[in-house]
């Protein structure tokens, strides 16, 4: 240290706390990217393989030809239905959409957002006591971004909710 500085006093060692995450700017929409694009991937090239081979297949007749398109359809739409799960936050609330339903929920609805290790994927808690699959925030392919999606999920819940304040 030079002459001119004053000595620096020593602090106490303190634990680190750690910071809680920024929360998104809403509305937010959370979903299984890589899950999504494959699924749509697959879903695309097995209609398009499906309909050439209807196609060039010389003994077959129209109907067997609709037929085949048709079993493309029908498997590329369950392939597009797998794909439709997110979670939507935006001020007022949340919207779930899972495979087939389509739920509305207001900040105060939700209680507590639940990933635990080994769930499939969040649970919300509400407030009449029951618990709310949110098929949009799932960890198998992308568990880290699963995680941070949770979290950021509880944290609005948590500040714009009554949502529960625990780790």
């Given at each position: 240290?030079s002459?001119?500085?004053p000595?620096v006093?020593?602090?106490?060692?303190?634990?680190a706390?750690?910071?809680?995450?920024?929360?998104p700017?809403?509305?937010?929409t959370f979903?299984?990217?890589?899950?999504?694009v494959?699924l749509?991937?697959?879903g695309?090239?097995?209609?398009?393989?499906?309909?050439?081979v209807?196609?060039m297949?010389?003994?077959?007749?129209?109907?067997?030809?609709?037929?085949?398109?048709?079993?493309?359809?029908?498997?590329?739409?369950?392939?597009?239905?797998?794909?439709?799960?997110?979670?939507?936050?935006?001020?007022?609330?949340?919207?779930?959409?899972?495979?087939t339903t389509?739920?509305?929920?207001?900040?105060?609805?939700?209680?507590?957002?639940?990933?635990?290790q080994?769930?499939?994927?969040?649970?919300?808690?509400?407030s009449?006591?029951?618990?709310?699959?949110?098929?949009?925030?799932?960890?198998?392919?992308?568990?880290n971004?699963?995680?941070?999606?949770?979290?950021?999920l509880?944290?609005?819940?948590?500040t714009?909710?009554?949502g529960?304040?625990?780790?």
């Amino acid at each position: 240290m030079s002459a001119d500085q004053p000595p620096v006093p020593a602090t106490p060692a303190t634990p680190a706390t750690p910071v809680p995450p920024a929360l998104p700017a809403l509305p937010v929409t959370f979903r299984p990217t890589r899950t999504r694009v494959v699924l749509l991937g697959v879903g695309a090239a097995m209609f398009a393989t499906i309909t050439v081979v209807a196609l060039m297949l010389e003994r077959l007749t129209t109907g067997e030809r609709i037929s085949f398109v048709f079993v493309a359809v029908l498997l590329s739409s369950v392939l597009v239905l797998l794909s439709r799960p997110k979670v939507v936050a935006d001020e007022s609330g949340v919207t779930v959409v899972n495979l087939t339903t389509t739920r509305r929920l207001e900040w105060a609805e939700i209680l507590r957002v639940n990933l635990r290790q080994g769930d499939p994927w969040v649970f919300l808690d509400l407030s009449d006591g029951t618990s709310l699959p949110a098929l949009g925030i799932q960890p198998g392919v992308a568990r880290n971004q699963a995680i941070a999606d949770a979290r950021a999920l509880r944290g609005l819940a948590e500040t714009r909710g009554t949502g529960s304040r625990e780790n």
